[in-house]
């Protein structure tokens, strides 16, 4: 594990209660199915203002559906659980929550980097092939006769998509796999040395900009679920920007984003891409022809095995 980045001060920045870990009943020796619990009161207080959001509750799942998230869980690379049980301070669901999940970091005694996730149950009850399609539709602006949806096959809930995405992310945080995983997040906290070694650095010449042979024209300007100020893009521009997709070595728009969100989409489909038969295309509608784009079977299946198998070696 990496070290954490001391700032030019002595003092650690001041932190709000969502990003200390005494805000969260969380003991290393908990069992993993006991910290799938209620959001904490500051936790779900602070994605109500940040989200503007004042609908949003604590979800409760079922016996099922936490066994459902455990199983999926062991699916992933077996460093996963070992970092879960020593750094997960929780993971919650909030109903209606924008988007599949987020992650955030979490300091614990000694500056050391915790992290907990939020998922939306929603995704218990949607396809990966719905989940994945409500997240690129919400990048365009719609017009009649145009249409994008995501090909993942029915055998995975949403919430696979959802856990896998996010654990990554926080593996990312707790082991400082990537530079940083959140921009946002004081120098102070974050590693001193990331251990991926170049296997960003080969794509991204910072944290939101690839070298120029991995860019693409539009991809500054997607954005997902309405944050950011989106859509920005109109569908009309799906073609050109598919087709810059297609040859840039990522294997998602929102991968695309920051090298943390790259890590975690080639880290998720890495995983599916070992289940035989599985798929995974993007297919455009327009009035004139309907055409796919399927990212694994170029750049980014190389890109996404390579990561992959780095996760495995994780010790």
């Not at 650690?12 to 969260?24: D, I, K, Q, S, Y």
């Not at 936490?66 to 690379?77: F, H, I, V």
């Not at 929102?254 to 998720?268: K, Q, S």
Request: charged share 25%; hydrophobic share 35%; proline share 6%.
């Amino acid at each position: 594990m990496s070290g954490v980045a001391q700032g030019c001060g002595s003092k650690a920045p001041e932190l709000r209660a969502t990003n200390r870990l005494e805000t969260f009943a969380f003991t290393p020796a908990s069992a993993l199915e006991d910290r799938i619990s209620a959001v904490p009161l500051e936790v779900l207080e602070y994605f109500r203002a940040e989200d503007k959001r004042p609908d949003y509750a604590s979800y409760s799942p079922s016996m099922d559906e936490k066994k459902l998230l455990l199983d999926y869980l062991r699916l992933l690379p077996a460093v996963y659980e070992r970092v879960f049980r020593a750094r997960c301070a929780g993971i919650y669901f909030i109903s209606g929550f924008t988007g599949a999940g987020v992650t955030d970091w979490v300091i614990g005694p000694g500056q050391k980097v915790y992290f907990y996730i939020i998922l939306n149950p929603g995704s218990f009850k949607k396809s990966l092939s719905q989940t994945l399609t409500e997240r690129e539709r919400s990048c365009f602006s719609g017009r009649n006769g145009w249409d994008v949806r995501i090909e993942a096959g029915g055998g995975y809930k949403g919430v696979f998509y959802a856990l896998a995405h996010e654990a990554t992310h926080g593996l990312d945080y707790a082991l400082g796999i990537t530079p940083y995983t959140d921009n946002t997040m004081p120098e102070y906290y974050r590693p001193k040395k990331h251990i991926a070694g170049d296997l960003f650095m080969k794509t991204w010449a910072g944290y939101s900009q690839p070298h120029a042979g991995s860019d693409f024209p539009g991809r500054d300007r997607t954005t997902f679920y309405g944050l950011g100020g989106g859509p920005k893009l109109d569908i009309s521009e799906a073609p050109a920007l598919y087709k810059g997709l297609a040859g840039s070595g990522f294997v998602s728009l929102y991968g695309a984003r920051t090298w943390a969100e790259d890590l975690a989409e080639l880290a998720t489909f890495g995983v599916l891409a070992k289940k035989p038969g599985q798929p995974y295309a993007i297919v455009l509608r327009t009035p004139a022809e309907t055409f796919r784009v399927e990212p694994m079977r170029g750049a980014a299946g190389a890109r996404a095995a390579e990561a992959l198998g780095y996760m495995e070696k994780i010790k």
